[in-house]
């Protein structure tokens, strides 16, 4: 399987600590996505980051990736109560008629306690 | 706004009825998805439009098809629904540019399917 798997399955953190979200997968990829899932809702696209880029940052949010490894990481700063969802890890491989396929891991739910 | 519309939202069928999920889309995107996601489990893709190009996954069962009629719009038919078939069944859109490069996909609300 090409999925991204997500570590840890469940994290609990205090309002204003960090949270790092880690995600390895199999195969080459085209790019690396991560989305986040409120309980019972849809996904919403939080960063897409490019097999030839290293680092992207969008707001309190930081994602890395390591093609070598093939991992990547989602850092979210300073969380709030509000950020409290399931966090998913979805990769684009690079191989075969995969374009615009996107396979997803299991998540990681993140708990914010105020 | 622009957005992905699926209707209806909750949906509960008989064993073995035929359902039909639809999900519409003002972002004039070129690819739409559909993914399957049951408690605590990942999405599933089932399959996706590239324009009128229906491209199905390998382990999606022949129970599930899908039709796009136009750029706005795509079903999902569950011709005999099990019930193992319950789950949420989410929509997503995208776009593929001339550079063959793909972009993040936004997703509906999804629909909540119950079979009886």
């Known amino acids: 399987s090409q999925q991204g798997e997500e570590d840890p399955q469940a994290l609990s953190i205090q309002e204003g600590e960090n949270a790092t979200m880690n995600c390895s997968y199999k195969t080459s990829i085209n790019n690396l996505q991560w989305y986040r899932q409120n309980s019972g809702r849809g996904l919403v696209h939080l960063i897409l980051?490019?097999?030839?880029?290293r680092e992207k940052h969008s707001g309190r949010l930081r994602v890395t990736l390591d093609t070598s490894k093939k991992s990547s990481s989602l850092l979210i700063t300073a969380s709030r109560a509000a950020d409290t969802a399931s966090y998913f890890c979805?990769?684009?491989?690079?191989?075969?008629?995969?374009?615009?396929?996107?396979?997803f891991g299991r998540g990681t739910q993140l708990t914010v306690w105020p | 706004d622009a957005m992905v519309i699926q209707n209806p939202r909750y949906q509960v069928t008989q064993f073995g009825k035929p359902v039909t999920l639809s999900c519409s889309q003002t972002?004039?995107?070129?690819?739409m998805y559909w993914y399957q996601q049951k408690s605590s489990q990942a999405p599933k893709l089932l399959f996706h439009y590239y324009d009128k190009d229906f491209n199905n996954e390998a382990d999606t069962p022949d129970n599930f098809q899908s039709r796009r009629p136009n750029t706005s719009f795509c079903f999902l038919d569950i011709r005999s629904p099990g019930l193992g078939d319950a789950a949420m069944y989410l929509c997503?859109?995208?776009?593929?540019?001339?550079?063959?490069?793909?972009?993040?996909?936004?997703f509906g609300p999804g629909t909540r399917l119950t079979v009886t």
């Open positions: 972002l004039n995107h070129n690819v």
């Open positions: 997503a859109t995208s776009r593929i540019d001339g550079l063959m490069s793909s972009y993040e996909q936004y």
């Open positions: 980051i490019r097999s030839n880029e």
């Open positions: 979805a990769t684009e491989a690079s191989r075969g008629s995969t374009l615009g396929r996107l396979y």
